[in-house]
């Protein structure tokens, strides 16, 4: 093996290594003790009232759009009334958590990665070390339970802006019965979707933090580094999503199976 082959392998060994060590720390830290209620409130209004408008308007236009595209499919089989059904079933099972995941990834992902970076290599970090404070208790578990907590509620306003974004567009342009649209809505979305919705959005969550927090933990090289690690906090953020949410998909209807057959 080529040497400078053999030296990108180590070094991405090792900083795979030094992700699981801080995810380990992490919940570590949220086991033994929660953070102060100072520290926690200031994020939840950053990850979640502040992220509230971009997560409603992506969620209302991707109902409508949803809803457009389906109708010129199915409007050749005479099947417009399942329209309801459609969109809300695909908001809160898929599209609902992964597209709010990916919106956030750049919103919150990018800002997280942002901050803590540039306290590294301003070594506010090391300060905060040597003060005998945990940087990871004190700047990543409060942003970890944030996430964790708030991203469910942020995909459950988008996935409910989405079903009436597609009843907006289904009843007033495209002239669905909305008796229909809401009858096929309620009868096909189950509790095992919405719970299944919720749980994938909670993981989105943990991931984007860990992710971005770990980015910016490991930043060097001034300004040019911050810049470089948030853009791949975010690329593998956004890729991270997409590939958990195949794996998630995959055990939730394995575990649906199971106990329902």
Not at 7 to 14: A, P, S
Not at 131 to 149: H, K, M, N
Not at 243 to 249: E, H, K, R, W
Request: hydrophobic share 50%; proline share 3%.
């Amino acid at each position: 093996m080529p040497i400078a082959m053999r030296v990108l392998l180590e070094n991405k060994v090792r900083e795979v290594g030094s992700f699981s060590m801080l995810a380990g720390s992490v919940f570590e830290c949220c086991f033994r003790r929660l953070p102060r209620y100072a520290l926690l409130m200031p994020q939840m209004l950053k990850i979640g009232v502040r992220s509230l408008p971009v997560v409603l308007i992506t969620g209302t236009f991707t109902g409508m759009v949803l809803a457009v595209q389906t109708h010129s499919q199915f409007a050749r089989v005479n099947m417009e009334n399942l329209l309801g059904a459609v969109v809300s079933v695909s908001m809160v099972r898929e599209i609902g958590p992964v597209l709010t995941g990916l919106v956030l990834a750049g919103r919150v992902g990018a800002s997280m990665t942002a901050e803590l970076g540039s306290m590294k290599v301003s070594e506010q970090i090391d300060a905060l070390r040597a003060l005998g404070t945990d940087p990871v208790a004190y700047l990543i578990v409060p942003r970890f339970i944030s996430c964790v907590l708030l991203i469910p509620l942020l995909v459950a306003y988008s996935d409910l802006l989405g079903i009436l974004g597609g009843w907006l567009v289904s009843v007033h342009v495209l002239q669905v019965d909305p008796h229909f649209y809401w009858e096929f809505a309620a009868r096909y979305v189950e509790t095992w979707d919405i719970f299944s919705g919720m749980f994938k959005a909670s993981a989105f969550g943990g991931l984007l933090c860990l992710v971005c927090c770990f980015k910016g933990f490991t930043t060097e090289g001034g300004a040019e580094g911050v810049g470089r690690s948030t853009t791949e906090a975010n690329v593998i953020t956004s890729i991270g999503i997409i590939i958990t949410n195949f794996f998630l998909a995959l055990l939730l209807r394995s575990i649906y199976q199971n106990l329902w057959g």
